[in-house]
């Protein structure tokens, strides 16, 4: 039979297999389940032991299927799984969704590279996504996913999803090569543009003794598309011709139906990226292994504006009094913004860990993100004079950051094959904020002046958890656990030009139980059932990043905002077949005291601000299905399907609220792959991606998701040739949305891009 494994049925077969803490040098031991047997690729650092949904996609997969021009396209067509990404190398707001958690919603899954935590929890939301700039697509060996809270080895941000990246480690001498190029037209409105990206990479490893190590570099020029617009609401204007009389507004509607008119488009933002990585690995023993590796991440960027409107000359307007069609707008400095951006970040992580596989194993993790260097500019005045300087502002986040330590063991007392196998250990993850906003004469080089606001502040959370694996029978294993959270928030301030307020400190205590249970109904079938409680703190931004008024008083935050306190439940029926793999999954979720930004109406006057809401409940179906060799010889498929019911139960500070849907949760989602290997060299890939209508507020007001601001349904086609020359070289050709369809999650969507690239492997 084919031993290549496809995702489901590793995942399967790895319910019954022999948990412990991972080898990820060489292949993975067989998996045995009845009488079928399958031999895996280098394995996950999940917990593979825990009877719950894991899903993944290889290396290999991934250069066959994927037009993967950065790190989170690898999780493009996996089950109910979205990243919003928005053109490429997308660094501040490509955030994963998961079956009950929206794109808003970025502190509900974790994800990790080599066991460095790339997750950002210094916030929740757009621009707090995850650090995928530290891993380049052609250094990932797998990808894998575990979805919900149900090991006790993962803090409650895993309450949707965790993302494992394994990278590269070689076993002998190895060089590789990318070049790639990408070409995206774009309409919209009066944008008729083509933006490019053009991305190479080289990585050299190698084996000598007991060392190995590895080195890349990977360099990103991209220009997207417009993600922006300035607009007014067309009943708001001023009847009558005051203002410069201007025209090439564009008449459309707003999120809500309402008349508006675009005025242009800004935050267009071309950006340069580099990524190096040194990882070196030194086995100090046959049977212990130190690794440690280093990130370096920097990105320059700008974001341009381009205003519609011409007054009688020809030459654009950005700013003062304008009149459109007899009714008179005033555009602020704001209205067509520019923005430059510096950022330097560092990546460290330590690891020493012991496979011996025997009575008792152990690991000794730790990790640094550092914001080395971290810098926004600004204008604050209109342009076109903001085009070669004048006032604006610097917004500094140098200094923030996070760190993790683990310590973790795993103790057989049967040995491999005993029917006990406990998993215990301490972590720790500390979170940093520093960010002051300071005027500057000029924006564009100017020295930083006064302070006009900063925020500051810590979290920590320091865990103790354990974790029983228990074979029941032959045919029944159960996993206990549960989870010990100490969190506490200090240093917490929050300022503005002439006042500070220090916030006291917090501190609390939770536990959180998990437990699961599968069943071997016979050679083809296994049943799962997975529980579990998560608790989401706040983070820091959420805590302190808000304001003062006036009067030195407190606006737009809460530093007293309750955890998020979640039940997940999932239940599962599985069927291996050969090469062909089924799983249907009803799923569970009942959120309390979730967090969002929203109005409370019981206060006079009313504040928006993020606040927690009472109750959200979320049920859903999800259907996996892949096939190798279906119908004929060298065609692979994959297919999912979800349905999920999210909606707000209760919510006293918005009652508005209460039986709407959850926001960024749609009622279907889909996707699908078929990938043929016409012969030894050619590989046709051919991907499908749906999603239903969805809501971006709490109230569901936005009744048009096809406009800015607005969340759209969308439904993509993708495409993708493979072509191998010889044992070294080769080459492709892709096409992503293929279809050109025009779709919105508050910013627009890539519209049909077509890729190249060129690869060289030693």
Known sequence: MNTRPIPLAAALLAVFSTPALADHEGESPLKLVGTVVIAGSNPTSLPTQIPTTIEGITRKQMEDQVNASDAEDALKYLPSLLVRKRYIGDYNHAVLSTRASGTGNSARSAVFADGVL???????????????????????????????????????????AVVDYQTRMPKQFEAH???????????????????TARQSSM?????????????????????????????????????????????????????????????????????VQDHAKIKVAYDLS?????????????????????????????????????????????????????????LRHLMHG???????????????????????????RAPTTARPAAATGGAGRIVDQGGTGWNTLSLRGVYRPGG????????????????????????????????????????????????LFVQDTWRLAQDWKSVLGARFEHWEGRDGETANAASLVRHAMRSENYVSPKAALAYQASDEWTLKASTGRAVRMPTV?????????????????????????????????????????????????????????????????NVTNVQNVDLIRTHGLEGAWSNENVFVEGLDMSASLTWTDSKVKRNARFPASEGKWQPRIPEWRASAVASYRVDDKLTATLAARYSGKQFSTLDNTDINGFAYQGASKYFTV?????????????????????????YWNFHPYPQRSYSMEVKFDW
Do not use: C
């Open 118 to 160: 790339l997750s950002n929890y210094l916030g929740n939301g757009a621009t707090f996504a995850p650090r995928w700039g530290m891993v380049a697509p052609e250094e990932i060996e797998r990808v894998d996913v575990l979805y919900g809270p149900f090991s006790a080895a993962y803090g409650g941000n895993s309450v949707g």
């Open 177 to 195: 090569a990318r070049v790639a190029y990408v070409r995206q037209p774009f309409e919209l409105y009066n944008t008729d543009m083509t933006s």
């Open 203 to 271: 990585s050299l490893g190698s084996r000598h003794g007991a060392w190995s190590w590895f080195v890349s570099v990977n360099r990103t020029d991209s220009d997207g598309h417009p993600q922006t617009y300035t607009n007014r609401v067309i009943a708001a204007g001023v009847a009558g011709a005051a203002g410069v009389p201007v025209t090439g507004a564009v008449v459309d509607k707003d999120r809500t139906n309402r008349d508006i008119y675009i005025l242009g488009t800004a935050t267009q933002y071309s950006t």
């Open 286 to 342: 046959p049977t212990v292994r130190a690794s440690y590796s280093l990130g370096w991440w920097q990105n320059d960027s700008s974001g341009s504006p381009d205003s519609y409107l011409r007054d009688a000359a020809g030459k654009p307007v950005y700013s003062g009094p304008v009149s459109i069609n007899g009714r008179t707008f005033t555009l602020a400095a704001s209205d067509f913004n520019a923005s430059r951006e510096e």
């Open 350 to 376: 330590l690891t020493v860990k012991s496979n011996t596989k025997g009575k008792f194993d152990w690991e000794v993790a730790a990790s640094l993100y550092d914001y080395n260097r971290d810098i926004l």
């Open 416 to 463: 491999m094959r005993g029917t006990h196998i406990f998993d215990f250990g301490y972590q720790r993850a500390a979170y940093k904020l520093s960010t002051i906003e300071r005027a500057t004469a000029d924006w564009l080089s100017g020295e930083p002046g006064p302070r006009n606001q900063s925020f500051a502040g810590r979290t920590s959370i320091d865990s």
């Open 541 to 605: 931004s959420e805590l302190y990043q808000g304001g003062i008024n006036n009067a030195g008083t407190l606006i737009n935050n809460d530093p007293n905002l309750k955890a998020e306190r979640s039940w997940t439940t999932e239940l599962s029926a599985e069927r291996l077949v050969g090469n062909s793999a089924l799983r249907l999954t009803a799923f569970f979720e009942r959120n309390r005291d979730a967090l969002y930004s929203q109005t409370n109406v019981l206060v006079t006057p």
């Open 718 to 742: 993708d495409a993708r040739l493979r072509y191998r020359i010889d044992k070294h070289w080769s080459a492709a050709f892709g096409i992503d949305n293929a279809n050109n369809y025009k």
